[in-house]
């Protein structure tokens, strides 16, 4: 067992993410780090955390360097965060595709989403995800100070607090879900339920994108164990509670099992408007969207924008299928409107991917080619991962999002697209899945059910005929709701829930 590091006791972050909080370039035969690419905002928010020289520790995964050497300790930016150091968990290619690209997609992902039938449980892989989860375990209880906070984030890790409790009790343990949570019935597939059950409620918070996924997860529990409901919270300030497929009205919020007392938490993701702000403001992108925006309005074809990443989960078909049957029942609307649908590829390497790729270009292609005259093509469909300077381009320049995943642990690009109208002061109607995390905190977006292809329809119509007037109102009131809880609310609320567990909960405000 790893011994703990002597230290006093500190107010000290850790950070336990499978990504690092910057990424390696080679520039003139020398390697150099870069800030992340990420668009979504969620590492530079957890890095804000640590402008004021707060204590940090990240805890990442890199492929193992060619020497063969670990890497030692380093700071991250020592002008920004002076007192955060980066803790590098070496793996080799092989051992990161496998547990990343391979196990976690192909029993945990579709779980997680209620596509039971796609999932495939590997006894073998589950032993090493085991292994490289408790190499994570390991390096945090060597690392930390003393009764230092842990935030552990995503499913891939999972396994993590089992580890961690037993080496190192005095710390405490928070760990975030990205994803959604399913419904008892659909968890329980897992055959290692109970393990992770029992590994999760070795934390001391634990916290979810929305409400239903945190009684979800209470669901779960009551399936494994006794406990208790120490408190309940109503949840309507932030969400909806009615009138959309995932809304509640009242969430636990502190449950005690064992004698030991875990808060639980609903908090979603923000968008960084930050960095949209920053990329808008731009000289040359400016110029280039009032261009663009100029040569649009001459054409007087109203642009839907759809992004997503290649996913069943994201029901990529059943949009195509959607519009080309808008088209088929709304002729009026042909060379009038233009579905722009960037669909960003997996990783290389997810094979899983492949079928619903071929399936998306052939109905693509099918339309195109009923559809389309010399001066209009229905669909633009981009197979590529695009720059986020550009992505934010599309949102302005598109009068509609039609946002349509079957699962959605949140939807991000939902909020980006809100964030960058806000911005412009400009409307812009968001069509968006009641299954989507996002729909529960939206109330002004036009909510649809992607499983029915007559409420895509139908949505899709009240967007485009929608009067100047409402659609006005609509993304005001959308674009208030993004600006108060953006990203970096979504980091300090956590670190603050975080913070007062372990507390007694008769001071809390009810």
Request: glycine share 6%; hydrophobic share 40%.
């Amino acid at each position: 067992m790893p011994q703990k590091r002597k230290s006093k006791k500190s107010d000290q972050l850790v950070m336990v993410y499978h990504r690092l909080p910057f990424e390696k370039e080679s520039v003139n035969g020398k390697t150099v780090r870069v800030a992340p690419k990420s668009p979504n905002g969620i590492i530079p928010s957890l890095l804000g955390l640590f402008e004021k020289g707060r204590s940090g520790l990240w805890i990442g995964e890199e492929v193992i360097q060619q020497d063969g050497k670990p890497v030692p300790n380093q700071l991250v930016d020592e002008s920004r965060y002076p007192n955060l150091v980066a803790s590098t968990i070496s793996l080799s290619k092989e051992d990161i595709d496998k547990f990343y690209r391979v196990f976690s997609k192909e029993a945990f992902w579709p779980t997680i989403f209620s596509f039971v039938d796609r999932a495939k449980f590997n006894h073998e892989d589950w032993e090493h995800y085991l292994m490289i989860n408790k190499r994570f375990a390991e390096r945090i209880a060597r690392e930390a100070d003393e009764e230092a906070l842990v935030w552990i984030h995503e499913y891939n890790l999972w396994m993590v607090p089992s580890f961690l409790k037993t080496m190192r009790p005095d710390l405490k343990i928070g760990f975030f879900h990205h994803t959604a949570f399913p419904a008892a019935d659909i968890f329980n597939i897992i055959p290692w339920r109970k393990e992770i059950i029992g590994s999760l409620l070795l934390c001391d918070f634990i916290s979810f994108h929305i409400p239903r996924y945190v009684e979800n997860f209470v669901d779960v529990i009551r399936s494994h164990t006794p406990f208790k409901v120490v408190k309940k919270v109503d949840v309507a300030n932030q969400f909806l509670t009615y009138s959309c497929a995932l809304g509640v009205d009242q969430m636990t919020k502190v449950i005690e099992v064992d004698g030991r007392q875990i808060r639980l938490g609903a908090q979603p993701v923000g968008v960084n408007r930050d960095h949209i702000e920053q990329i808008l403001t731009d000289d040359k992108v400016k110029t280039e969207i009032n261009a663009l925006k100029e040569n649009k309005a001459g054409s007087g074809i109203t642009r839907i924008i759809s992004i997503e990443r290649l996913d069943y989960v994201k029901g990529p078909l059943e949009k195509i299928q959607a519009f080309g049957e808008f088209l088929a029942e709304y002729p009026e609307f042909r060379g009038k409107i233009e579905l722009v649908n960037v669909c960003t590829p997996p990783s290389q390497g997810m094979t899983i991917y492949d079928e619903i790729r071929d399936q998306v270009n052939q109905a693509v292609g099918e339309i195109n080619g009923k559809y389309a005259t010399m001066n209009w093509t229905p669909i633009q469909y981009f197979y590529r991962a695009l720059p986020f300077e550009e992505v934010v381009k599309h949102y302005a320049l598109s009068d509609i999002a039609w946002i349509t995943p079957l699962r959605d642990g949140l939807n991000l690009v939902a909020k980006e697209y809100i964030a960058t109208h806000g911005l412009l002061e400009t409307p812009g109607v968001l069509v968006l899945s009641e299954f989507a995390g996002a729909s529960v905190e939206l109330p002004y977006a036009i909510l649809t059910n992607p499983y029915d292809r007559k409420s895509m329809k139908d949505a899709l119509l009240k967007a485009l005929v929608m009067e100047p007037g409402e659609t006005q109102v609509r993304a005001r009131r959308l674009y208030e709701h993004i600006e108060h809880y953006d990203i970096h609310y979504w980091g300090r609320d956590f670190v603050k829930e975080l913070e007062k567990s372990g507390k007694a909960i008769v001071h809390e405000k009810k």
